[in-house]
């Protein structure tokens, strides 16, 4: 049965019936950044973490494994955190370091250096002409920004957007966000198999720890999916907004706000 993100129990008012799922089991803790540690913004260089939210990490992380992954470069997500006990998971988990270990660098995302360079061209071409449009160059995706384009405008970054997939149908592939496109290659990788492959890479695959995975955006889902009856996945967002809507989810809970989230993070760590 399809489960609606307007049905979730709320992980703080439900905070008991989670504390059972936990007991005698040691979270790991992944958790997306954008719209879960810090508030959606217009400019992504301007989504900057609180320092109670730092703290609020900081402290889990004492205390078990936490993870950030991302669609951010790797780089881009440790500057922003500003903590060395984290393992961060950049380009969606291609790219990842671990406190223990250093580098786990995925291979398959090399080899399309020169498209995504291409792609980067032909979007600055077009984008740069239409006001607030926005191009995002990242390590293993480029990313088109629209949230500050004119309602009217904005049929031209989905134009040009589908015209580069259309030249490259085989070899790119589209993630929307949140006023954003992204483009990727394609390859079979989500922040689902990223969290399954993390799980494995880390060795927390283990019968004592139990996964737990937070985050607001379609991406996170392939994420719930994949934790989904080993784990534990939290959706952040309102269940009012007209962008979540009545959207199915693999969640199991939802927490309304980056405040929130923060408090649960607390919670955990106590
Ligand atoms: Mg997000």
């Known amino acids: ?12 008012t439900h905070g008991d019936q989670l504390a059972q799922q936990l007991t005698s089991k040691r979270p790991a803790v992944f958790l997306d950044y954008d719209g879960t540690l810090t508030p959606i913004v217009d400019r992504p260089e301007d989504a900057i ?8 990490v900081r402290g889990l992380a004492e205390r078990c494994s936490v993870c950030v992954v991302s669609g951010r470069d790797r780089q881009v997500v440790q500057e922003l955190m500003g903590l060395n006990n984290l393992i961060v998971a950049g380009s969606h988990g291609f790219d990842i ?10 291979e398959e995302g090399g080899d399309f250096k020169e498209l ?19 191009v995002e160059p990242k390590k293993a995706s480029v990313a088109a920004h629209y949230r500050l384009v004119a ?46 492959y993390l799980l494995t890479a880390l060795d927390l695959d283990r019968g004592d720890i ?5 985050g607001d955006d379609i991406t996170d889902e392939h994420a719930f999916a994949a934790l989904a009856g080993r784990g534990i996945g939290i959706f952040v967002g309102r269940p009012d907004d007209p962008e979540v809507g009545g959207r ?8 309304h706000t980056v405040e929130e989230v923060e408090q649960f993070l607390e919670s955990l760590a106590r």
């Open 1 to 12: 049965m399809p489960k609606y993100i307007s049905d979730l129990p709320h992980a703080l």
């Open 49 to 56: 973490i609180s320092e109670s939210m730092r703290e609020a």
């Open 97 to 106: 370091w671990s406190p223990g270990g250093g580098m786990i660098q995925r």
């Open 116 to 134: 995504l360079d291409t792609v980067k061209t032909q979007l600055y071409e077009v984008l740069n002409a239409i006001a607030g449009a926005l």
């Open 151 to 196: 309602e009217e405008e904005r049929p031209k970054v989905k134009a040009v957007v589908d015209s580069i997939l259309a030249a490259h149908p085989d070899k790119l592939k589209v993630t929307p966000g949140k006023m954003v496109y992204e483009i990727q290659p394609k390859l079979d990788w989500d922040k689902g198999k990223a969290v399954l």
């Open 210 to 214: 139990i996964p737990l995975y937070i």
């Open 248 to 255: 199915t989810t693999a969640a199991d809970y939802i927490l």
